[in-house]
Nanobody
Framework: QVHLVESGGGSVQAGGSLKLSCSAS?????MGWFRQAPGKEREGVAA????NPVYADSVKGRFTISRARTTVYLQMNSLKPEDTAMYYC???????????????????WGQGTQVTVST
């Protein structure tokens, strides 16, 4: 069992930046970030394994995922109001990194941290 704890969420104006962190209680090969806005389905944001990270088209060029062993980060720049959501950390890809991100196929999930972007 791996426990995940997210931090770093908050409120920011459009164009601003936030950096999310997720600390895992154990090591897994693959970790990722997802988000869910009110009334919408959960969607993959970014994931990282042993090779190049993968990103959702909506965040490419603005968000950067990185990790340091059992901690994964999400640097979010040029934030937009549509980035407002609860952001969840996930670990342990059940498929390839890309497919796991697309199909939310992870073994462990955090409780989430809220990100609010205002105009």
């Amino acid at each position: 069992q791996v426990h995940l704890v997210e931090s770093g969420g908050g409120s920011v104006q459009a164009g601003g930046s936030l950096k999310l962190s997720c600390s895992a209680s154990g090591y897994t090969d693959c970790m990722g970030w997802f988000r869910q806005a009110p009334g919408k389905e959960r969607e993959g944001v970014a994931a990282i394994g042993y090779s190049n990270p993968v990103y959702a088209d909506s965040v490419k060029g603005r968000f950067t995922i990185s990790r340091a062993r059992t901690t994964v980060y999400l640097q979010m720049n040029s934030l937009k109001p549509e980035d407002t959501a609860m952001y969840y950390c996930a670990a342990d890809c059940r498929e390839s990194v890309s497919w796991s991100l697309a199909r939310l196929s992870f073994g462990y999930w955090g409780q989430g941290t809220q990100v609010t972007v205002s105009t």
